[in-house]
């Protein structure tokens, strides 16, 4: 492992340890030319997943870039970040198990809208707001308000 300081590949293991929800190994690791200190995570990649754009472009998916995005919507909220980890693991999870190789953005905008829908109101409409372009205040005003109606038909259904 590369050290992301002084670029050296001198690295070595000092401890690993599960995270809580044991989908992954965390690893701290120290240089051995520059002394730095840093954590690296290990985890399970059941296949390779490649991410088809609204344009048609192909790119690997990045887990990274999906956490950063997440983080994103969550910043200066309440919510422990364990609880937004396991929803990112879930989300990576829900896509390995559809089958396929290639996957539209928007299914996997999908799935991340669900998972904050249960984790934080804000957060979700954070994400709802650069997932759906919105541009003007209206975009929220008809966000929320179809949020309100299915709020109002989710009520109706119940006994």
Known sequence: MRCPYCGSDDTQVKDSRPTEDSAAIRRRRVCGD???RFTTFERVQ???I???KKSGRKVPFDRDK???SVFTAVRKR???PDRVDRMISGVVRQLESL????IGSETIGAFVMDGLKELDDVAFVRFASVYKNFT??????FFL???GDEGDRDAADRP
């Not at 003007?136 to 005003?141: G, K, Q």
């Open 145 to 147: 308000a179809e949020l």
């Open 78 to 80: 309440d919510i422990d």
């Open 99 to 102: 089958g396929d190789i290639e």
């Open 34 to 36: 520059c002394g730095g």
């Open 66 to 68: 999906l956490s950063r």
């Open 46 to 48: 059941l296949r390779d």
């Open 50 to 52: 490649v991410v088809v």
């Open 136 to 141: 003007s205040a209206d975009d929220f005003r």
